[in-house]
């Protein structure tokens, strides 16, 4: 099941299945290159390591460029958390006047902006007269590269 907005599609996933994947012993190394050792011993579900709390994790794929200078691409899927509090900073899914956007919000004393990570967008400051709500909280982002 999805919902679409402009710029997120948000997706509910499908937790009776895990799936495990080998993970290697050896850790890989972003530095100078290591012997390598071919163990594949241990399992890794995704599910597990990824989503904390599952009856209030979503996914949903990022559309547009609002965000990329955070990193967060066009076709990036988010995993985010509605259960986590909202805070100074976070990477936010919010609900802003019927659609979703995807912001880092900041608390400002009486209104909060949503600021994105493109400098050819401008922040939105959200106030009592908005129909606003923090969707969820990011906490992981998969992509392609």
Do not use: Q
Request: hydrophobic fraction near 40%; charge should be negative; charged fraction near 25%.
């Amino acid at each position: 099941m999805s919902m679409k907005s402009d710029n997120l599609e948000i997706l509910i996933p499908d937790n009776s299945n895990p799936i495990s994947i080998s993970l290697s012993e050896s850790p890989v190394h972003a530095g100078f290159p290591s012997p390598a050792e071919n163990f594949m011993e241990n399992k890794l579900d995704l599910n597990k390591l990824l989503i904390k709390n599952p009856s209030s994790t979503f996914f949903a794929k990022v559309r547009g460029e609002s965000m990329i200078e955070d990193g967060v691409e066009d076709g990036d899927i988010l995993i985010i958390d509605k259960s986590v509090t909202p805070y100074d900073g976070s990477l936010s899914v919010c609900f802003l006047d019927g659609d979703f956007t995807l912001k880092r919000v900041r608390v400002m004393d009486d209104y909060l902006l949503l600021m994105p990570s493109n400098k050819k967008f401008k922040p939105i400051k959200v106030g009592k007269e908005n129909d606003f709500m923090v969707w969820g909280v990011v906490k992981y982002i998969i992509k392609k590269i």
